[in-house]
C-alpha cells in the first residue's frame, strides 16, 4: 500500500523560494513506470499539476511555471522535492503530491502554503 506525506514550511515570504519534500512509502520511487507529481490548489480554484519526475529520473514541467520550478528525488530516501522559486502571492495553495502523470492513484494528504511578507 503506498502512502505519500508533504513536509515543508506553511509560510514562505514572497521572492523566496518554496521548498517542499515527499515521502513515500510503500512503493519504490525508482519502480517502473511509475511517475511522482506535484499538484496545487489555489484557493477557490481547481486543480493544477505542476511538474513531475519519473522512475527514471526524467522531469517534466507545466510549462507556465517551467522557469520557476524543480522536480528532484532523493532515492536513498526514497522520497522527491519541489522548488519554486520567486514565489508571490498567487503561489498561495495547498500543494499535493500524488503518483502518476496524467492520472493520478494515490495523493498525499496536502499541505497549506501561503506566501506573505
Known amino acids: 500500500q503506498v502512502q505519500l506525506q508533504e513536509s515543508g514550511p506553511g509560510l514562505v515570504k514572497p521572492s523566496q523560494t518554496l521548498s517542499l519534500t515527499c515521502i513515500v512509502s510503500?512503493?519504490?520511487?525508482?519502480?517502473?513506470?511509475?511517475?511522482w507529481s506535484w499538484i496545487r490548489q489555489p484557493p477557490g480554484k481547481g486543480l493544477e499539476w505542476m511538474g513531475a519526475?519519473?522512475?527514471?529520473?526524467?522531469?517534466h514541467y507545466m510549462a507556465s511555471l517551467k522557469g520557476r520550478t524543480s522536480v528532484s528525488r532523493d532515492t536513498s530516501k526514497n522520497q522527491f522535492t519541489l522548488q519554486l522559486s520567486s514565489v508571490g502571492p498567487e503561489d498561495t495553495a495547498v500543494y499535493y503530491c500524488?503518483?502518476?502523470?496524467?492520472?493520478?492513484?494515490?495523493w498525499g494528504q496536502g499541505t497549506q502554503v501561503t506566501v506573505s511578507s
Open positions: 500524488a503518483r502518476g502523470l496524467l492520472e493520478y492513484d494515490s
Open positions: 510503500g512503493v519504490s520511487i525508482t519502480a517502473n513506470y511509475y511517475y
Open positions: 519526475i519519473g522512475y527514471r529520473g526524467d522531469t
